[in-house]
């Protein structure tokens, strides 16, 4: 499985975003879907997850009410649509897939596949 994440940008605050994780390879529906974040001199940390079966989701405390997660099984894309974004949403957000995953916070190391980041900036 190979991931391209696209979308990032730079918006004002309050601003919203969409990034796209589309991913190759004909299994990703076994695959739960993840969307992390780093900001310079910050830990890479989860912000969002859909399970493998789409029924079950992730938000971290920070994002939550602002951020939703979805996937299209059929274009095997994963998307973050990202609400009322506030200059502490700056990071570089990365998307990552873990066979029939654990919806929420699991060791870097436990991902299978990562796609490269895109660069989301919200200035205030």
Do not use: H
Request: positive net charge; proline residues 2%.
């Amino acid at each position: 499985v190979q991931l391209q994440a696209s979308g990032g940008g730079l918006v004002q605050a309050g601003g919203s975003l969409r990034l796209s994780c589309a991913a190759s390879g004909r299994t990703f529906s076994s695959y739960s879907m993840y969307w992390l974040r780093q900001a310079p001199g910050k830990e890479r940390e989860v912000v969002a997850c859909i399970s493998w079966s789409g029924v079950n989701t992730y938000f971290a405390d920070s994002v939550k009410g602002r951020f939703t997660i979805s996937r299209d099984n059929a274009k095997n894309t994963v998307y973050l649509q990202m609400n009322s974004l506030k200059p502490e949403d700056t990071a570089v957000y990365y998307c990552a897939a873990k066979f029939r995953g654990l919806v929420g916070r699991i060791p870097l190391r436990e991902y299978d596949y990562w796609g490269q980041g895109t660069q989301v900036t919200v200035s205030s």
